[in-house]
């Protein structure tokens, strides 16, 4: 009986790490700046604790694939996200919050659809 309490609470407390690990925060972006960008969409993930956008760009850097993340589904929907605004290959405008190393990718935060539908800021 003894070993099955230990396995129990062993299997408890992993659990308890691998969700606080799963999360992070939002430090590598720069909240402070404001980025707009055209591209077409090639993914469109919106879930929990955060929605996945990968975005082909065409800039000065030429043509490729970014990877953006947004907020959770309640926010988005929150912001006025509606599910089938968006789907791949539609051309989007987005703001986002850039990476602070200069990197690739950012936080979105708002976006206009194909159609004009403006979500968030």
């Known amino acids: 009986m003894k070993t099955v309490r230990i396995v129990l609470a062993s299997v408890v407390l992993l659990g308890f790490g691998i969700s606080a690990a799963a999360h992070h925060s939002a430090a590598n972006q720069d ?3 404001r980025v707009e960008l055209e ?4 993914l469109w993930e ?3 604790p955060h929605g996945r956008v990968i975005l082909k760009v065409t800039d000065a850097k ?3 694939d970014v990877e953006f993340e ?3 589904r309640n926010n988005v929907y929150r912001a006025g996200y509606r599910d089938g605004m ?3 290959g539609d051309k989007i405008k987005i703001s986002i919050a850039p990476n602070r190393d200069g990197s690739d990718g950012g936080y979105i935060t708002g976006f206009v ?3 004009g539908e403006r ?3």
């Open 46 to 48: 919106i879930a929990n």
């Open 113 to 115: 659809t194909a159609k």
């Open 39 to 42: 591209g077409v969409i090639k």
């Open 62 to 64: 030429g043509t490729r």
């Open 86 to 88: 968006v789907k791949s």
């Open 119 to 121: 979500v968030g800021n």
């Open 70 to 72: 947004t907020h959770s």
């Open 31 to 33: 909240f402070g700046k």
